[in-house]
């Protein structure tokens, strides 16, 4: 008798699964191979519901829950265990492209499709979730779905949060939901057993070392602050150089000094200062006033701690002549995914014959909210040149459906 | 008998030109002090025919020409001479101040309207111009009117460029003589004895040393590039910090660089860096690319031919991991004025017992094209913490007085 988890992961078919996600890229297409699909849009609905009809025609149940997260479920021999659950989200980026988000919702799916196919049973259900506004494209912040479904805000929290046209996240939820009438609905929120998201690197670190698959160990920490340095614009021609208060001039001094503190030879800590406002902008008058931001992220609480205090004092002691407003917009504290779950991938990954690497996620994804209700973990495949958020992103049928075999296999040794 | 130079410059009156540059401010106010009066609008006509109206009482006659520029002239001895001319400008930045242009022109002014109270007679004609469209802030670029006068491009080269309401300047032009055809035509250009124009000095030092009156001795030359550094976007939370092309990062390498090359202990040297645009943009995305501009300066055409040839080379070596693009825009020799212009400008100031420094002007004037056609040279008054093209723009009753003495005696001194 074959082992059913080496049957699982045969069963994935890479056809089915690249031909699911090239149709889904149809859905909110842009020009060069990207994908705008907001949540709660029309095309999010016309997505899901291909889906939906997908996961029917492989045997599972679909449901639906009050924030509209997405339940495709294959139940097992015994109902009454806590299933195992997996999945990611089906909105994109407004410019994004074909494989974020929406590759773990199919891979899930293809697991579903592949234990159909091969006639396996588990002992408890799995379940394919596609959480609600990941991207936070439309409706700011993202993850929305997994935060209300984890408990850590109530749904509520969003009503009033209006998109560019107006629409508030209260009325387009109630508009997707009334159109969703014909679904069976359930609660919101649960206690799975596990939760395993697969999804793309987003980052250049599988690609470069050749390798086939990300067992992913936790979620950096990050915390995003904004610099405002104040100065007094003048005349370019007319202002001697000794007698300006220049904000350019002092924001590059500010951004040297921060760069010689937040050097990290070994390369994990990311220092990033990507937004620049200048005031007034024109080139022949003195910046009166220039913004930057810093996005600091590090898996080390320890270490994002005392970099990040480091920047007020390191900004001010760089000022030569301006003065600094310096306000933190954001923190999320370091996430460990559970070691079990980790060491499921990283066995599922070696017994599939795939090259793996224990990496930190750079970026955020819905598992952070899951970690909190079950042990957690997740898979990356490779993304070329490390692109992501653009229609440029790329990983190949291959990769996909590499990590589309080492999910099928971890959720057999997860589901029993 | 009394010196009829120091009975003209006794003859100013403070009140009179104070009061007729807060009744010109009128003419297009703007909340905080401030003007916006384009070129050839209804405010620019209401400001000329005030001006006319005033002229007109102190015995000048009235005449304008093919580019709109408005001659006031009041008649020498010998009217076969060559005039002497000065003037300035009526036009303002869209969020200009009350002095800029303006004041050269009521300062002119004021000396017809001195010498006639003190009932002067000069051999030779004075006349007062305002030039068309100094500033270019409707139509681009500024000098159009002394540009043509002078003869350093024909008037047509203007004629299709739009304002931001798509009006053409040639439209507007054709427009505002059509309304001007009760005035006397002149002849566009000439052959004057000598040009000197009055200006706010738009920059600090006056004020900073304590001094009354500038003598200026040339306009510095100037050299405008853009440098637009070439790499990747990425996402800030998953690209390592050694595999990104950050385009911010090499600007910034590219700033230090060319602050060392550019820094001038004589502070004479004006090195500007007052635009930035980044793409795309946004804290947590890595730059693809970073455009900045180089407003380089100096009185030296040597200096500025060296520091502006090195940029090049200086960017590059600069740069770690992007590419630049680098271009230059726009470039202004540096003009020395009239040794005999610049001497009797002195002198004038010296018997009116005023305090003055001799100096280069950092910013652009009609005057610059006036050098190819005659002796020239330029009055500064002191600017309030130098600003300009600001409502905030200032310089006292005392101080526009002053410079309006040193004029009248100086027109006198060239006129005979």
Same mark, same amino acid.
């Given at each position: ?5 080496? +049957?699982a ?10 031909? *699911? ?10 020009p &060069?191979d ?8 029309? &095309? ?7 889906v ?8 599972? =149940? ?10 495709? +479920? ?8 806590a299933?195992?659950l997996?999945?990611?989200h ?11 988000? $929406? ?8 697991a ?5 196919d ?19 494209? *439309? ?11 984890s408990? !850590? ?6 009503d ?24 069976p ?7 799975? !057993?596990?939760?395993?998201?697969? !999804? ?7 690609? #470069?070392?050749?390798l ?9 920490g990050? +915390? ?5 340095v ?21 924001? $590059? ?22 937004? $620049? ?7 022949n ?17 320890a270490v ?16 030569? =002549?301006c003065?600094a407003?310096?306000?933190? !917009? ?13 060491? =499921?991938?990283?066995?599922?990954a ?5 090259s ?8 955020f994804?819905? #598992? ?10 997740? $898979? ?18 291959r ?18």
């Amino acid at each position: 008798m074959i082992d059913p988890a080496a +049957r699982a992961a045969d069963a994935v078919s890479e056809t089915r699964l690249w031909d *699911r996600l090239m149709r889904l890229a149809q859905i909110g297409a842009i020009p &060069g191979d990207g994908v705008n699909r907001p949540c709660l849009s029309p &095309g999010d609905r016309e997505a899901r519901r291909l889906v939906m009809a997908w996961a029917r025609a492989a045997g599972a =149940t679909v449901s639906v829950d009050a924030a509209a997260n997405l339940f495709l +479920r294959r139940e097992g021999a015994d109902p009454t265990l806590a299933p195992v659950l997996t999945g990611s989200h089906m909105d994109s980026q407004p410019e994004g492209g074909r494989f974020d988000g $929406i590759y773990g919702v199919l891979a899930g799916l293809e697991a579903l499709s592949a234990l159909d196919d091969a006639g396996l049973a588990t002992q408890r259900a799995i379940e394919v979730v596609a959480w609600t506004n990941e991207e936070g494209g *439309r409706f700011a912040p993202g993850c929305m779905g997994s935060m209300a479904w984890s408990g !850590h805000a109530p749904l509520s929290t969003w009503d009033e949060v209006a998109d560019q046209s107006g629409v508030t996240f209260g009325a387009a939820l109630a508009e997707h939901l009334a159109l969703e009438t014909d679904l069976p609905q359930r609660a919101l929120g649960g206690r799975p !057993h596990a939760y395993l998201e697969a !999804h793309i690197e987003q980052g250049p670190l599988l690609e #470069a070392a050749g390798l086939d698959i990300g067992v992913v160990t936790g979620i950096q920490g990050s +915390r995003w602050f904004s610099v405002t340095v104040n100065g007094a614009s003048a005349h370019a021609g007319t202002a001697p150089v000794g007698l300006r208060r220049d904000a350019v001039q002092d924001m $590059i001094r500010a951004i040297n000094a921060l760069n010689a503190m937040m050097h990290d030879p070994a390369d994990v800590l990311r220092f990033t200062v990507a937004r $620049i406002d200048v005031t007034p902008n024109t080139s022949n008058s003195v910046a009166g006033r220039a913004r930057f931001t810093i996005d600091l992220r590090h898996p080390d609480a320890a270490v994002l701690k005392q970099k990040g205090d480091a920047i007020e004092a390191v900004v001010r002691g760089a000022l030569k =002549t301006c003065t600094a407003v310096i306000a933190e !917009h954001f923190t999320a504290d370091p996430i460990g995914f559970d070691p079990s779950v980790v060491e =499921t991938v990283a066995q599922a990954a070696a017994a599939c014959g795939f090259s793996a690497l224990r990496l930190p996620s750079g970026a955020f994804h819905d #598992a952070q909210f899951l970690v909190s209700v079950c042990p957690t973990g997740m $898979i990356f495949i490779p993304s070329r040149d490390g692109v992501s958020h653009n229609p440029a992103e790329y990983s190949s049928p291959r990769q996909v459906a590499a990590g589309a075999r080492v999910l099928a296999r971890s959720l057999i040794a997860l589901a029993g």
